[in-house]
């Protein structure tokens, strides 16, 4: 009996120190306390490259940017079907200028794990851009395939201006030369999944963004 009361309170200390990954700084000075997620990380996931906190975070940070850069004007957000669409609706809230919203798909990958250089446009928007303010809403920028070939489209329906928001940026693999006007984050040539981001339709109701095991899709090519 003596020994589970002292073991008690100490185990749940020591897993309180072991789920907290430490404080840390925003770009605007706030400060915030980040989990570990390795316990709940999906079995198919090599490492969790960034927790939904930094996300969140992260989004603030570019709704306010954009909420800046677009005072007194309104906005038409475009959203990049699918993986964009967490992103999106994520954003959306944090952007205080009004904004209509509309919606693309584009394809340029199948189930594959690398661009086909190739981009057809399955969706177009509903309404007309001529005279808004567009910002395009992307999950990744890879090798600027897709977003090279979409910006000059908007831009030739005579849109005032076409800026492009991605949360995120793989800049090392660029193929096509594209301007990212809100940049979430910088990350290393890997396969990633989660918010939003799929491989094969699957993955993309993980709420951190995590790098797949490449056994995954090896098992699925060979
Ligand atoms: P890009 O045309 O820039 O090469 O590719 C953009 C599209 O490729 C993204 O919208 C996304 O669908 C897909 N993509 C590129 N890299 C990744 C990745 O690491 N993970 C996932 N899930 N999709 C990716």
Redesign the pocket.
């Known amino acids: 009996y003596r020994c589970c009361a002292t073991a008690i309170p100490f185990c749940g200390f020591a897993a309180a120190v072991r789920t907290l990954r430490g404080l840390s700084r925003s770009k605007r000075g706030r400060w915030y306390v980040l989990f570990r997620e390795e316990t709940t990380m999906h079995k198919d996931l090599e490492k969790i490259l960034l927790t939904r906190e930094e996300i969140a975070a992260r989004v603030r940070e570019l709704g306010a940017q954009i909420t800046a850069d677009y005072e007194g004007r309104s906005i038409l957000l475009v959203c990049?079907l699918k993986?964009?669409v967490t992103f999106f609706s994520d954003l959306a809230r944090e952007i205080k200028v009004p904004a209509e919203f509309d919606f693309m798909v584009c394809s340029?990958?199948g189930d594959a794990?690398d661009?086909s250089g190739f981009?057809k446009i399955r969706k177009d928007l509903d309404c007309d851009a001529a005279n808004k303010d567009v910002l395009i809403v992307?999950?990744?920028?890879?090798?600027?395939?897709?977003?090279s070939r979409l910006k000059p489209i908007l831009e030739d329906r005579g849109a005032k201006s076409v800026k492009i928001a991605t949360i995120l940026n793989?800049p090392s693999?660029r193929k096509a030369n594209v301007t990212v006007d809100y940049n979430g984050f910088e990350i290393p040539d890997?396969?990633?999944?989660g918010y939003g981001?799929?491989?094969a339709g699957r993955y993309r109701n993980i709420p951190y963004i995590g790098i797949l095991k490449e056994s995954v899709y090896k098992a699925r090519i060979l």
Do not use: P, Q
Request: glycine content about 8%.
């Open positions: 990049i993986g964009a340029s990958y794990t661009s981009v992307e999950d990744i920028i890879d090798t600027g395939t897709t977003l793989k693999r890997a396969f990633v999944v981001l799929d491989y």
